[in-house]
Nanobody
């Protein structure tokens, strides 16, 4: 059974940094795509970033380009969301999602429908 566990959320001041982790288990950690999404109260879910293990390609929402990156550590079966220069509008619950047997370039970061498994989320709060 595929399991995704997010961690690393918390409270940070505007301008600060956080690194979220998405620890994956239950599938062979190759040929996957993993995406990060976020949802703030009263707002729709937003795709933030995603990565394809096939070619290492990534996609990012315009709102986070230059501030967020999505590195992976296949030895640890973990994908990260490295966030810097955080803003109050980055406050949300952050989720990771996974699709296996993904070959080729990373999907658009908003393509939530391609993912079959989701984590429970981790809260990020940025104080201004």
């Amino acid at each position: 059974e595929v399991q995704l566990v997010e961690s690393g959320g918390g409270l940070v001041q505007a301008g600060g940094s956080l690194r979220l982790s998405c620890a994956a288990s239950g599938f062979t950690f190759s040929d996957y795509a993993i995406g990060w999404f976020r949802q703030a109260p009263g707002k729709e879910r937003e795709g933030v970033a995603c990565i394809s293990s096939s070619d290492g390609s990534t996609t990012y929402a315009d709102s986070v380009k230059g501030r967020f990156t999505i590195p992976s550590d296949n030895a640890k079966n973990t994908v990260y969301l490295q966030m810097k220069s955080l803003r109050a509008e980055d406050s949300a619950v952050y989720f990771c999602a996974e699709v296996s047997q993904w070959f080729g370039r990373a999907p658009n970061q908003n393509s939530a429908n391609v993912y079959g498994f989701w984590g429970q989320g981790t809260q990020v709060t940025v104080s201004s």
